[in-house]
Structures are given as structure tokens and as C-alpha cells.
């Protein structure tokens, strides 16, 4: 894929290959491939995700769950982009 000139591969399910799995692409993957893990991500597991070397992410219902108010989705969205910088400090 990455010859074919993806700038970015999609690591799905994320929660079942694991962080370890992201480590490991990065060892084989040409410097600078962007891996953004898929399924399973949330604020919890976001500071993981990136010391292994993700660089985005996907999220789905760590972000919205049917019927949610917009103020939950909104506290969601903001407790997933504080894992962000957490990570980061």
C-alpha cells in the first residue's frame, strides 16, 4: 500500500492486534508511514496508542452512541482530545 502511495494505513481491529502490533509495523514500515488505529480506541487507551507510535486515530463510539445529547458527545470529545495531550506532556 505504502507503494502505492498511502500516506497513512488504517490498523484495524486495534484493540485486537494491540499496541505491540503498531511497534512492530513501525520497525518494518518506510520512516514517516502514518499508522492510525481503528477500533476499540478511546480516552483511555489513547496515551498507549501513541507511545507506540500512532499518529491518529479512529473513533467511533468512544465519540457518539445513538441517542446521546450533544453535551455528552461534547464531553466525550473533549475527554478524548485531553488523552491527546496528556500523551503529549
Not at 502511495?5 to 520512516?31: E, H, I, N, Q, Y
Not at 480516552?43 to 445529547?69: C, D, E, H, Q
Not at 473533549?78 to 491527546?84: A, I
Amino acid at each position: 500500500m505504502v507503494e502505492a502511495g498511502a500516506d497513512a494505513l488504517k490498523v484495524f481491529p486495534a484493540d485486537v492486534v494491540g499496541t505491540r502490533f503498531v511497534t512492530g509495523l513501525r520497525a518494518v514500515m518506510p520512516a514517516g508511514t502514518i499508522l492510525v488505529p481503528v477500533g476499540g480506541v478511546d480516552a483511555t487507551t489513547i496515551p498507549t496508542w501513541l507511545k507506540a507510535g500512532a499518529k491518529g486515530f479512529g473513533v467511533g463510539s468512544a465519540l457518539y452512541k445513538p441517542g446521546a445529547l450533544s453535551d455528552e458527545t461534547l464531553e466525550r470529545a473533549r475527554l478524548l482530545l485531553e488523552s491527546t495531550r496528556v500523551a503529549n506532556d
